[in-house]
């Protein structure tokens, strides 16, 4: 029978051959280990899906978790504005994928597609919407500038569960040797874990994950 680390590096494997992607290999190894085995009420949550790359490893977990820990099937709840983007830190996009038609595309061509609950908006935008949920994890990698930043950490205030998990990509530190231009998530994360509410878990790369402790 696969194991859960097998899945774990197979999917780990398949989505680093899949570009593009912003994920190192060990980010998509820590977003495939807590989406799949992190316990807490609630669902799984994706804010910023852009590619849908990411989207494949999620789900990945998420069918681990249903076949081999035996609870019942969830579906991602996918969150992207799927505008056009442009030019990100003078990298010209491809606006191909930019779009709701392909990122659909990419999800059915990869088999993932009936696991996913697409949300076309901005987190300001849906707020109302997704705040009336609750969920055990949320992985936070959308708008990297404020105020989307304290937006995306005002959601998780408001509907991650406690002991629940968020993990925040993109949190560049430069005293970890990161030279890539800065974002304001670092800081807000760390801001946020100064409250007795929250702690910080782990670091993987530029990925924070931030427990909510349980009351």
Known sequence: MTTMEEMRKKTVCQAAAEPPHWETDAE???????FAEWEAPGLPLEIGAYYGWGDV????????????LQVPAEKLIA????????????????????????????LVRRGVWDWVLPVVATTEHAF??????RYRVIFVDGDHMQPSVDIDINLCRAALSPGGVAL??????????????AYDVLPAVEKLVEEDEWELLETVDTLRVVRRNPI
Do not use: S
């Not at 998509?28 to 807590?34: E, P, V």
């Not at 530190?173 to 030279?179: E, L, Q, V």
């Open 28 to 34: 998509f190894d820590c977003l495939f280990r807590y």
């Open 57 to 68: 490893v999620l789900v990945a977990a998420l069918r681990a978790r249903h076949e081999l």
């Open 79 to 106: 969150l992207d504005p799927c505008e056009r983007l442009g030019e990100i830190e003078g990298m010209k996009l491809d606006h191909h994928y930019t779009n709701f038609a392909n990122w659909h595309e990419v």
């Open 128 to 133: 109302e919407f997704l705040a009336q949920l």
């Open 168 to 181: 925040f990509h993109d949190c560049r530190d430069p005293a970890r040797g990161c030279t890539l231009p």
